[in-house]
């Protein structure tokens, strides 16, 4: 049985990631921002990539567990690296140059965080009935303290400012708890709380991410910036049709309509190419790869194990449907990647991280 | 736990995200295929007007006229050789300019670039009638900035042009776009965020040859908003008339809320040359001149204080009990140091301190800066802000600095007692700017109050407070009355070094200041002081670069009060 869904990971895995070279060749292509290199760059991550996954695989994926707060604690203060130099640079960076490789720490955040807290959530002992703890200690125990830690890094990255790698962050502590079982009561107490600082949050943005946000309800608020994003994208997806304009021949992404084409919006070129048997081929490897996610997830006796999976899956299933509806004008433009196919050495690798968690932990 | 849930979610949302691909794709694909076919959106941008900025009295310092621009864009260029030939003859500019500054600015294919910037309103009819001929041609309504003043408070003003690459890296995350216009200096830097007009523009649907086929969608610009300084641009006009041919700054501030009357420095620089393309020529002159018509002395010019610099240090000596008042010493024109001699301006024979400060008395501030010591004179110095930021509102304010002895010996230079020597009459290494002699002498005035330099009044109609912060230094009153008493005698009494300011009817005092400076320009000539008992407290400064003895302030300053009494400013 383990063995069955090894294959399945390494299978899925591996076509996303083929798919996403034969995009990313002709959204670079004849592309005049960013050139062919990027192509060839997405290449070689592919190919460490897989030795990545293949030795993680081999790796008992407790020693994980050893290490989760020590990672999200080094996580966390890189974070705050990356907001006190970026500072200097009048605070709009989101990398950081470690011994000569630049990364985003944010997007390796997503991963660091579903170690800490499934090392954390996964300690909780059973209460007895005679509980030790009064009902406020298990709600700062189970919940307000777990939500700081998240709340943390959430917040050093909003300063980036990263609002959709921010909210990402939420999306993961809140499925985890969720995969948790805490009671539906609190689930709801939290969403009113959650409504009743909307308009604080919603305060603290800069006017241009508000302007991001609305232009999403109301694309002709801004046709010149985001707005004309969005309906560039959605002409391309669309005037895909059903079997796509061929490889290297959509019109709107040649013709250099889209700006991020090889990163945020590179959806859009699958769905200009190769048309709703392109979309639906995507969609469908991401619902699988997930689905065996959550098989694993089901499958396994230990706790901190199914936490990971569960994370592995969120993280996997927010990213491609935020994305996809991004592209779609569904979603406000919220800066989040497509898993393996956006271009991008920091996104790519953390996707390779998680299948190696996962490949490591099927065998268990 | 709740695995199974999550699935179901996981699989609900799948199945949303597909039955849009397929309404998207499948059922409008039709439609959005026509229009990427046959159709193209283009943009075309409006900037929002820039904010006014008006002076204390309501006079337009800075305001926006509408001219036309003349743009390209780039997709639907089709005979790239005859357009341009074509805009070359009409606008009269060179084929190769023109070609140059397309290439320079062009970002997406979809998005017009400006080659030509003001042009006239008949060269603007001339290429509306053209545009069948050129699909890709399009002339749009724009703003230009003026400043009717020209060179009056330039230096505050600043400028506005189009952004250098490095900006629009920076500011691209903040909603900027390449063809922004933003402030350069003065308060147009500072208060851009607040000036500038946020772009609207029409997003259109053209058919393959070019034509409109529908509006898509509209955005109103939005105007930027007016601020109103706290410059009297008629004070400002005087000081700029009493600078020229010299170089030099003139600053008035009300020692009461900091507010800046005038800040003039000479050279100074006429701001429309930025706005104006086809002056390109005058900027390049401004850049080159030796004499830097672009630097705001007031702020980031560093020079000693000389003289005026002898007041930390009397109050140095005052408040650590090292003197009174009535202490006395004998000048005889010189003070003898191993064998070396440090001069005074006369010889004046015994001096208490009312009198030293007077007749800025050399030989008595030696003996003062050697009995308090280096170390207590770089302390109050400090105190009253020199060598610190006054964090004016103008940006790229310089510190200078105040030397340290003990920071002088650690990196190795050693601290003679010549150096607290110089030091005590503010020769030296000690460097400084004028507005930090202006908010020093307004703190003396105010008896210790000190106060926030500021050059912001209302922004839009609101008043701004934040700069009315107010900071009462841990000195004895008493000790600034004394010092205030020289400074009377500077000005009324008949020796003193600023007689030629003591105007009937009004009470001035002050302190003059002549530094030496490097080289064989000669010395700088200071006048620091204020004007008691008026309607208004205002402290002002009159600073000459190389430009003499501290009489020549003295009459610069003379001049000055004499054409603000004349305007009731007084």
């Known amino acids: 049985m383990g063995r069955d869904l090894e294959k399945k990971i390494w299978l899925y895995s591996l076509i996303i990631m083929f798919i996403g070279l034969v995009v990313l060749y002709s959204a670079s292509y004849n592309n005049v921002r960013v050139g062919q290199k990027v192509f060839f760059d997405q290449l070689g991550f592919a190919g460490i990539g897989i030795v990545i996954m293949y030795v993680l695989g081999r790796i008992d994926y407790r020693k994980f567990y050893d290490s989760a707060y020590f990672l999200y604690a080094l996580n966390v203060f890189v974070l705050f690296l990356v907001l006190v130099t970026g500072r200097q640079a009048l605070g709009a960076s989101r990398w950081i140059d470690i011994a000569g490789i630049s990364f985003q720490p944010s997007e390796f955040m997503k991963l660091t965080l579903i170690l800490m807290l499934g090392r954390y959530f996964s300690r909780r002992r059973v209460n007895l009935s005679f509980s030790f703890l009064s009902k406020t200690q298990l709600i700062i125990r189970d919940f307000i303290f777990p939500f700081t830690l998240t709340l943390i890094p959430m917040f050093l990255i909003f300063k980036q400012p990263d609002l959709g790698t921010a909210l990402l962050l939420f999306g993961i502590f809140f499925i985890m708890l969720f995969v948790g079982g805490i009671g539906y009561r609190y689930i709801l107490s ?69 700006p991020e084409r090889h990163t945020d919006f590179i959806f859009s070129v699958v769905g200009e190419e190769w048309g709703l048997m392109g979309t ?80 490591s932990l099927s065998k268990r | 736990m709740r695995i199974k849930v999550f699935r179901i979610i996981v699989v609900i949302l799948f199945i949303i995200t597909v039955l849009n691909l397929i309404y998207i794709q499948a059922i409008r694909g039709g439609y959005y295929y026509d229009l990427s076919m046959n159709n193209r959106i283009r943009v075309v941008p409006t900037e929002g007007w820039r904010g006014r900025i008006f002076d204390r009295n309501g006079v337009l310092l800075a305001d926006n006229h509408r001219t036309y621009n003349v743009m390209v864009t780039p997709q639907d260029v089709k005979d790239g050789e005859e357009l341009f030939s ?18 320079l600015r062009e970002v997406a294919p979809f998005e017009p670039v400006v080659v030509a910037e003001n042009i006239s309103r008949e060269q603007a009819i001339v290429l509306e009638e053209n545009t069948y001929r050129f699909p890709s041609l399009m002339v749009q309504e724009s703003f230009r900035r003026i400043y009717p003043l020209r060179e009056n408070s330039a230096h505050v003003l600043g400028y506005v042009g189009k952004m250098n690459e490095s900006d629009i890296n920076l500011l691209e995350e903040y909603g900027y776009s390449p063809q922004s216009l933003v402030g350069y ?59 020229q041919s010299k170089i030099g700054s003139i600053i008035v501030m009300d020692a009461d809320n900091g507010e800046i009357l005038a800040l003039t420095n000479f050279p100074a620089f006429d701001p429309n040359l930025f706005s104006d393309p086809k002056s390109s020529s005058g900027v390049q002159g401004l850049l080159s001149n030796s004499q830097s018509p672009l630097l705001n002395r007031a702020i980031k010019g560093l020079y000693p204080p000389g003289s005026v610099f002898k007041i930390p240090v009397a109050m140095a000596a005052l408040d650590l009990n090292k003197i009174i008042p009535a202490t006395t010493f004998y000048c005889p024109g010189f003070y003898e140091l191993g064998g070396r001699k440090f001069g005074c301006s006369h010889v004046h024979g015994p001096q208490n301190l009312i009198e030293a400060i007077a007749h800025s008395c050399n030989v008595y501030f030696f003996h003062v800066g050697l009995t308090v010591g ?80 500021h050059i ?62 490097f080289g064989e320009k000669g010395t700088h000539a200071w006048f620091v002081g204020y004007v008691a008992g008026a309607k208004r407290r205002l402290t002002f400064c009159v600073f000459l670069e190389h430009g003499g003895g501290s009489e020549n302030a003295c009459w610069v300053a003379r001049s000055l009060l004499e054409a603000m009494i004349k305007d009731g400013a007084i």
């Open chain 2, 456 to 517: 912001i009044r209302l922004i839009g109609d609101k008043a701004v407070l934040r700069y009315n912060a107010k900071q009462q230094l841990k000195i004895d009153p008493e000790i600034f009355r004394i010092i205030k008493q020289g400074l009377k005698g500077a000005v009324q009494s008949e020796s003193g070094t600023a007689h030629v300011l003591d105007i009937a009817g009004f009470d001035i005092e002050g302190k003059t200041g002549t530094a030496q400076s």
């Open chain 2, 86 to 103: 074509f805009l070359s003859s009409a606008l009269g500019i060179n084929e190769r300019v023109l070609l140059r500054t397309y290439r």
């Open chain 2, 185 to 243: 200096l003065g308060v147009e830097e500072y208060y851009n965020e607040i000036l500038r007009g946020d772009t609207g523009g029409l997003q259109l649907e053209v058919n393959s040859r070019g034509q409109q086929v529908r509006l898509l969608s509209f955005k109103e610009p939005v105007k930027g908003t007016d601020i109103t300084l706290t410059i009297d641009s008629k004070i400002q006009g005087a000081a700029l008339n009493l600078l």
């Open chain 1, 280 to 359: 639906l081929l995507v969609l469908a490897m991401y619902f699988l790869l997930i689905h065996t996610a959550i098989n694993i997830a089901e499958q396994i006796k230990d706790r901190f194990g199914v936490y990971v999976c569960i994370g592995i899956a969120a993280i996997l299933a927010l990213q491609a449907i935020i994305n996809i509806g991004m592209v779609m004008g569904l979603f406000p433009i919220v800066g989040i990647t497509l898993p393996f196919i956006s271009y991008g050495r920091s996104s790519f690798f953390v996707c390779v991280f998680m299948m190696g968690f996962l490949l």
């Open chain 1, 190 to 258: 939290f969403f009113i709380f959650c409504l009743c600082f909307s308009p604080l949050a919603w305060h603290i943005l800069k006017p241009y991410q508000r302007d991001r946000l609305l232009v999403f309800l109301n694309p002709d608020k801004d046709p010149l910036g985001a707005g004309y994003t969005i309906i560039q994208s959605k002409i391309a997806i669309g005037s895909g049709q059903l079997f796509g304009k061929g490889w290297l021949a959509g019109t709107q992404s040649q013709l250099n309509f889209l």
């Open chain 2, 374 to 453: 280096a170390d207590a004179i770089y302390r109050y110095a400090d105190l009253l802000g020199l060598g610190n930021l006054t964090r004016v509102d103008i940006p790229y304010e310089k510190k200078g600095s105040i030397p340290h002895r003990a920071q002088n010996i650690l990196s190795g230079k050693r601290w003679y007692t010549g150096n607290t020597l110089n030091f005590s009459i503010g020769q030296g290494d000690t460097l400084i700017t004028p507005l930090q002699l202006t908010r020093m002498m307004a703190t003396v005035f105010n008896d210790g109050l000190q106060v926030q330099p």
